[in-house]
């Protein structure tokens, strides 16, 4: 990781705990979509109201896009239902590209269509999200962009968990995933500004490695 990504994950951890998009409840647990309860919830849909934050993390995104010469021929921005919609329009405005959405399942009426807008056979698609956990939310979205043979360069997330750090691999593929932070960068602040206690610390790193995410041992 560069100085200069390493500045963009820094700064966006730092807006989504100053902004409660990340937090923390030890006594009385968040339930998630799954049924889990969990002592972390992350709600990056928060951030489209606040309009320096939101247009420094746009910008962060524009960065990170053009700084990658793989999505150099994108004619696609596609919105993930609803939470990625907001920034895939922010990020087609600024990129001067086409804008699609896609629903997490068809219409049962009208055209029954699930993707919105004008999405075509050989586009190359970047599907954006607010953010990814093990990425089997996001199966719905890169199987109706494959239905009408468009090609997915990339998924753009504000925040990666780190289950799936830099690729999602599905049916055989391995698809970049480009986000603006991960839980390590969430914790370095965390620990560095001493905001919870060591017991807490653990607590908080003992829930995230029994979703999955690895390598967060030495924050302890």
């Known amino acids: 990781m ?17 902004k409660k998009c990340i937090e923390f409840s030890f006594k009385k647990k968040f339930q998630l979509t799954s049924g889990r309860r969990s002592i972390v919830y992350c709600d990056c849909r928060k951030i489209i109201s606040y309009t320096a934050e939101r247009e420094k993390l746009i910008n962060f995104a524009l960065k990170k896009i053009k700084s990658d010469k793989t999505l ?9 239902e609803s939470a990625g919609i907001p920034y895939a329009s922010l990020l087609a405005q600024k990129l001067k590209l086409p804008l699609s959405y896609i629903r997490k399942e068809r219409k049962k009426f009208g055209k029954k269509s699930q ?19 093990d990425g089997k939310s996001k199966y719905n979205f890169i ?57 807490e610390i653990k607590l908080i790193i003992d829930f995230l490695s029994s979703m999955g995410i690895k390598n967060l041992k030495f924050f302890l």
Not at 72 to 80: E, F, K, Q, R
Not at 151 to 170: M, S, T
């Open 72 to 80: 150099n021929s994108l004619t696609n921005i596609a919105g993930g």
């Open 115 to 133: 993707i919105e807008g004008n999405l075509k056979a050989n586009d190359n698609v970047l599907i954006v999200e607010d953010l990814i956990t």
């Open 2 to 18: 560069t100085n200069f990504e390493k500045k963009i994950s820094n700064e966006t951890a730092n807006i989504l705990l100053r």
């Open 143 to 199: 199987d109706a962009v494959e239905k009408v043979n468009g090609r997915i360069k990339a998924i753009f997330v504000i925040f990666n968990y780190g289950i799936n750090r830099d690729f999602l691999e599905y049916k055989g593929k391995k698809i970049k995933i480009i986000s603006l932070a991960k839980w390590e960068d969430v914790l370095n602040i965390l620990v560095s500004k001493r905001i919870f206690s060591k017991k």
